[in-house]
């Protein structure tokens, strides 16, 4: 039984940076060569980044893509690494459109491709036959699918190369694997985290693994692009079901296994299959390795994890040297900063606290006991002086009085972004956007929302779990207790409780959950057992609350079905289920 | 050669107002019942509005969906109305959802559907084939495809039933309306505006009315939804190209005419095509109808008409009852209280300047005469005293203390909003969005943005035909001349004018019609004998304000890409390209 040494390259792509991402494929291959590998894969896209979104609508960036790629066939080469074998995933094209439809807009020009590179050239080609359009996906607006597998006949061994969805789909690609009899599956992935998603893709890498007899080595990207947070957590499966090899989420990882794979027959490759014979690399190397499988933490430290990897690679790729936030005392900006501490460490977080004449002796200490706990910059700006004049010559009171308050409180920190440079971040929960909680141009204000996928008894639960963490580290707590225990508030007239306007975030979690990821109707949500008339109100304000989600920040998307490109709605809308 | 009268309905759906949306249709039904048509044909989705996006992802919507087709074809018969054979545009489902992917997200469950009504059931339903994915399109996310096409055989006569796409595209339904031999094609569209469409989509019906020998008519649904607005412009074509009929643009209208078709041979329907007899309507009437051929107004009325429709639409489907917008004495805004009167009447529009040290004495007094020209209500709100204390407390200089200008008088017209109910326009135009030359959370603030899809130069262009459109009708022309002769200027320093940041207009503009509209590369620009530095310099701009257009209001698309769903690209992204 052939053995072969397989690198897994589990890298952290910026979207558009082609020399960049070039540049950390072409050192994994450095080192996976000096281990003496037979081949290297990458994660889906991961010369181009993921998503490329209408990126791949226009020929020049294809054109760049399709020159990076035969470049970095080139400098593998001549860095003497062209005997290995390097799978890599870009986009390719432009290629002949589709038949052109209503308008005159463009149409799909590319195809997501992993190319194969050795000795100096890129010598096969696939091109990713199921294209998703679903969820946070948009492929089948951008590519072309292929139509063709491709199987590597390397080192003894048929090594079958497939893209992400189409390990997913039963037709197409997955059928020819178990036609051409491949003894390895090499799947490219860019899939981003979801919360409980590990608890389907393993099972399905796994099945697919024992369906087909093969090998599945899953290799997937790591790290944030605007919303989406990629996890990593590439694995190497066995024909049995058992993990061979298994990289951490969130970082970058060199994955190497040894696979003892069956050896290839002396068959013709069955229709629909390209087969390529690729000689072996000079750099085979047959000494053990060490096992290499990493475990995943636990839920919370999942979740928080995502959220940290979200805002880190934001602010980084962005090229933001730091970041502010408004501290109220509350829950959520207190989360807000311990994830900013966990990203950029406490010298790149300017928090900011902006009392008013409401807010409440505890508010202050907590903002207060938070930057302490943490280490953060930390100023006051009382807004009275601010809020006065302009209440005073628009005569202005009730909602706009309170609203008002929240805007001045985004001026200033607007103005102190404009002043250093900061990325101000908002600190709004899914909860609070669900159902518009908020002040437009007011507490929204911001570049990048921390906690927008994460609903209000999710943002305590996390605090706890943080909390706890530190102290199991013997750290200092981030999170001040009054931040968490205290009745939530937003402090814009005297002893105002978020109660006062929203149902229990018990119940109202729960029925957003029902309205929002579970796409029930509100007849369906009653029939579960909850009152309509408050069925009644919290979908009504879900619903006039879509303008308002529309203008808000981007933030790490942790759950199935996320505020922005995941949940597609009318603004201009009368329900009526 | 048998004659059929069929009646087109036009109408103006709201998205979700199944009862309402019913209404229209009846109301329709009851004209053309009058006038003696065999049958009546809608836009698509004529009963829920369209695009309804992932409301179609909505079991109980789509069930809504599905009683309201029902319960208007009980309605129709209860009227008396019953023998007219009614076909009607509306989602369906749930369907068995295709293969999952790789989330846990929704994935498609409907069908864009055609349901012809008669005796008070539906007696045959066509599902929409190619479902466009492209532009401002998510069909393939969330619908089903159909596969068989529809034949009604009326008074002797075989009418195929398609919608929209269907006509586009060369294979399937058209294939099959030549095969069955149909003498009239009867394709529901919801097709939305975009400038110099009318000159793709007319040829396109004449050349599939000519290519089938059959009488082709188009019916479009009409009106604002959100940031599309639907043109109308209904038509019917017969095989020899010529125009039998033709709907006003941007008005709902029953266009009513008399085709005389190819009768209907006694061959078995084709494989792929369900054939349905129905019954001749009781309403027959062969009298002699009026020629109802409307002509299209030239391109810059064109333009006009479809970003007055756009905000009327917006403003009266969301409920409001007046709107209100800065007035800086510039062109944009004297162009979007121009509009905003044309949409709403000058009763609704409530104009505010709100000038600062650094406006200039003709900025005033532009304003003063836009409003005194247009009947606005109109105030000032001098923003020196709102300005000065934060200025002051925060220490804020240079572009911090322009930006803090724009973000008060932001905070300004949200207040009027909180306090008044007004809907708050911003005024910013295509150039400004595409290079970021705005503030955010102050010029940007607001629900609409009336020009958001107008290039600077188109702007100036449609206000000196707005106030020669005006003169010719022996009205006061709208526009202060000085707000169309003077430079633009932001007026956030002293003498500042756009010039001062950016490139001329002319020259600013046609880069930018490269970049976002032809999806040109920058290499591919400077090809085109454009200074490097500058397109460069452009480019950067338009790519760095992603976050900003992220965060803005939706307005009216007049163009083959608008900003918005039109264009999707990533904020976090290194250009390379």
Chains 1, 2 share one sequence.
């Not at 991402?21 to 037979?38: E, F, P, Q, S, Y």
């Not at 936030?325 to 606290?353: F, T």
């Not at 404009?418 to 204000?445: F, R």
């Not at 009653?526 to 308002?548: H, I, N, S």
Request: with cysteine; charged share 25%; aromatic share 6%.
């Amino acid at each position: 039984m052939p053995r072969l040494r397989v690198a897994l390259a589990q890298t952290n792509p910026v979207v558009g940076d082609l020399s960049g991402n070039a540049r950390r494929i072409l050192d994994a291959t450095v080192a996976a060569h000096a281990a003496g590998a037979d081949l290297l894969v990458t994660g889906e896209m991961a010369l181009s980044g993921y998503p490329i979104e209408d990126l791949a609508s226009r020929p020049s960036f294809l054109a760049a893509s399709r020159r990076a790629v035969e470049e970095l066939a080139r400098e593998l080469d001549a860095r003497g690494l062209g005997s290995l074998a390097v799978i890599v995933g870009h986009p390719d094209g432009p290629f002949e459109p589709r038949a052109l439809g209503s308008s005159n807009a463009p149409t799909a020009i590319a195809q997501n491709c992993a190319s194969v590179l050795q000795g100096g050239t890129v010598v096969a080609r696939y091109a990713k036959h199921h294209l998703p359009n679903y969820s946070v996906f948009d492929e089948y607006r951008v590519f072309i699918p292929g139509d063709e597998l491709l199987v590597l006949r390397i080192g003894g061994v048929d090594a079958a190369v497939i893209v992400c969805e189409d390990l997913w789909r039963d037709g197409g690609p997955v059928g020819r694997v178990l036609e051409s009899d491949a003894g390895v599956l090499l799947v490219l992935n860019a899939s981003p985290f979801e919360r409980d998603k590990d608890e389907v893709r393993l099972p399905l890498v796994t099945r697919r693994a024992t369906e087909t007899d093969t090998i599945v080595a899953y290799v997937n990207i790591v790290g944030g692009q605007d919303d989406l947070v990629f996890d990593g957590d590439s694995v190497v499966v066995d024909g049995s079901g058992r993990i061979l090899a298994r990289a951490p989420q969130f970082d970058e990882h060199l994955l190497i296994v040894d696979v003892d794979a069956d050896e290839a027959g002396d068959h013709p490759a069955p229709a629909g299959v390209h087969r390529v014979e690729l000689p072996a690399s000079e750099s085979r190397d047959r000494s053990p390795l060490p096992t290499d499988i990493a475990t995943l933490p636990d839920d919370r430290e999942q979740l928080w994890n995502a959220l940290v990897t979200g805002l880190r690679d934001y602010v980084d790729k962005n090229g933001f040297r730091s970041v502010t936030l408004g501290l109220s005392g509350g829950i959520d900006s207190a989360v807000c900063a311990a994830i900013a501490v966990d990203a950029l460490g406490p010298d790149r977080v300017y928090g900011v606290s902006m009392p008013s004449k409401y807010s409440s002796e505890h508010s202050r200490s907590d903002a207060d006991l938070l930057a302490a706990a943490t280490g953060i910059h930390y100023s006051v700006e009382p807004i009275a002086d601010l809020v006065h004049p302009v209440e005073s010559q628009l005569a202005l009171d009730g909602v706009a009085a309170e609203n008002l308050q929240a805007r001045i409180r985004g001026v200033i920190l607007m103005g102190l972004s404009n002043m250093h440079g900061h990325l101000v971040l908002t600190t709004g929960n899914k909860t609070e956007l669900a159902v518009g909680y908020s002040t437009i141009y007011g507490d929204s204000v911001g570049g990048f929302a921390p906690i927008k996928d994460v609903p209000k008894l999710l943002v305590w639960e996390l605090a706890r779990w943080r909390n706890d963490h530190a102290r199991t580290r013997g750290e200092t707590p981030p999170i001040p207790v009054g931040s968490i225990e205290k009745p939530p508030s937003a402090e814009l007239r005297p002893d105002q409780t978020d109660q006062d306007s929203l149902p229990p975030y018990e119940l109202l979690d729960a029925i957003l959950e029902h309205y929002i990821s579970q796409l029930l109707g509100k007849d369906d949500i009653v029939a579960l057992g909850y009152d309509r008339e408050t069925v009644e109100f919290v979908t009504g304000l879900v619903d006039r609350a879509e303008w308002k989600r529309r203008q808000g920040a981007i933030g790490p998307k942790i759950s199935a079905i996320a505020f922005g490109r995941d949940r597609r709605l009318p603004i201009t809308y009368r329900p009526t289920d």
